[in-house]
C-alpha cells in the first residue's frame, strides 16, 4: 500500500473530511504524509454565522494531544537524571496526592494511579459548561477535586484514564526544572522544532490568528465556545496548534530527535492492561496491520488526532470543529481511512 498514487490518498482524506462532517462536525482539516508527500483536505465550515470555509492552517485547541508534549518533556528530565519513572509523587511534591507514596511518575503518564477524574466533578457539556467557562483555575484546586474523592483502583493494578494525572506532571515539571510546564514545552519542542504557530495560552481566552470557531450543541443549537479559560485543561489539555506543527513534532518524535531510542521505546510499550496506552502515548493497529502512536483529543468545541506509524513514514493530523459532536468512532476512522490508503 505505500505505493499508492497520490489521487487515491487525496480522495481518501477528503472522503473522511466529508464523513466527519457528515457524523455532526461544523468542520474540518486533514493533514496526511505519506512517503514525504503532503496532502490536505478541508471540508465544512469555519463560521456558521459567517459561511466562512477552513482553512487548511488555522489554529485550534488541540485538547488532551498536549498530553505526549508533557509526557516528552518528562522523559527528557529522566535522561538529564532530575528524576526517575519510578520515583513517589510524594518524593517531589510532598502531602499533594494523599496516596504519593505509593503512587508514581510512571503510573500518572500511564494513567495507571487510580486518581478521580476531576472532570467527573465539574461536567463540560451543555448548561454546565457556562459555569466554568471563562473561571481561573490553578492546578492544584483542580487535583484537590480528584483527591476530594477516593482512588478508583489500587495505584499500578487498572487502568483508568483521568486528566487528572497530567495535572500533576505538570505540577511536577514546575517543581523539578523551576518554571512552568508550558515554558519547557515552549522551548525543550516548540521552538527547536521550529513550532511557530503553537502555543501555551495560560488564561487568554482567545485563539490567535486563523482559525475555525468551536461550537456545542445545547437543545439542537450550536452554541460557539471557542473563546474559554483554558486553565480549566492546563497541563492536560491546553495547548494551541496547527495541523502542520503538530505533524513536526509526531516527525520529530518518532525519528528520535527529542527522545533516546531506550525512552522512546519506553513512551511507546504498553502494558497489557491499559489499551494500548504507553507514557503519553496511545498506540493502536490499524485495519491495514500498520502501528501507530500518538494522541487524540477533545475539548469543548475542537477534537484532534496526531499520530504516525513507528517508521514515520505515514502520518496523519486532524482538527474539528464539534457542532453535534461525531465522538471518538470519527477519530479512528480518519486514522485507518488515511493511513491505510
Given amino acids: 500500500m505505500i505505493g499508492r498514487s497520490p489521487l487515491v490518498v487525496d480522495r481518501a482524506i477528503e472522503q473522511a473530511a466529508q464523513e466527519i462532517v457528515g457524523q455532526g462536525a461544523t468542520g474540518v482539516q486533514i493533514r496526511s504524509v505519506r512517503d514525504g508527500g503532503v496532502r490536505t483536505a478541508s471540508a465544512g465550515l469555519a463560521d456558521v454565522v459567517a459561511k466562512s470555509p477552513v482553512h487548511d492552517e488555522g489554529r485550534f485547541r488541540i485538547g488532551s494531544a498536549t498530553k505526549p508534549f508533557v509526557a516528552t518533556v518528562l522523559l527528557q528530565l529522566v535522561a538529564e537524571h532530575r528524576l526517575r519513572l ?55 484546586d483542580l487535583v484537590g477535586l480528584a483527591t476530594a474523592k477516593p482512588l478508583d483502583f489500587r495505584p499500578g493494578t487498572a487502568y483508568s484514564y483521568a486528566n487528572t494525572n497530567y495535572l500533576v506532571l505538570g505540577m511536577l515539571i ?3 526544572a523551576g518554571r512552568p510546564w508550558g515554558a ?13 504557530h503553537s502555543s501555551v495560552p495560560g488564561d487568554r481566552i482567545r485563539i490567535p490568528g486563523k482559525h475555525a470557531r468551536g461550537y456545542q450543541a445545547v437543545q439542537r443549537s450550536l452554541v460557539d465556545v471557542t473563546e474559554m479559560n483554558p486553565s480549566l485543561a492546563g497541563s492536560a489539555g491546553a495547548l494551541i496548534s496547527t495541523t502542520a506543527d503538530l505533524d513536526k513534532f509526531i516527525r520529530a518524535l518518532v525519528g528520535g530527535r527529542l527522545l533516546s531510542r531506550p525512552l522512546l521505546a519506553e513512551m511507546t510499550r504498553p502494558l497489557p492492561f491499559t489499551e494500548g496506552y504507553a507514557l503519553g502515548l496511545e498506540t493502536r493497529t490499524t485495519p491495514c496491520g500498520v502501528t501507530v502512536i500518538g494522541h487524540s483529543g477533545g475539548i469543548p468545541g475542537y477534537g484532534t488526532v496526531a499520530f504516525t506509524s513507528l517508521d514515520g513514514n505515514r502520518r496523519v493530523v486532524a482538527s474539528w470543529t464539534h457542532g453535534h459532536d461525531p465522538g471518538n468512532d470519527a477519530a479512528r476512522a480518519v486514522i485507518d481511512k488515511v493511513i491505510c490508503a
Fill in 174 to 176: 514546575e517543581r523539578i
Fill in 86 to 140: 519510578d520515583d513517589p509523587i510524594e518524593y517531589h511534591l510532598p502531602g499533594l496526592l494523599p496516596d504519593g507514596k505509593t503512587i508514581t511518575v510512571r503510573m500518572l503518564l500511564q494513567h495507571t494511579s487510580g486518581l478521580y477524574e476531576y472532570l467527573r466533578s465539574m461536567p463540560l457539556t451543555n448548561d454546565d459548561f457556562a459555569k466554568y467557562r471563562f473561571k481561573h483555575f490553578e492546578p492544584e
Fill in 184 to 196: 519547557e514545552v515552549t522551548e525543550r519542542i516548540f521552538a527547536p522544532l521550529r513550532m511557530d
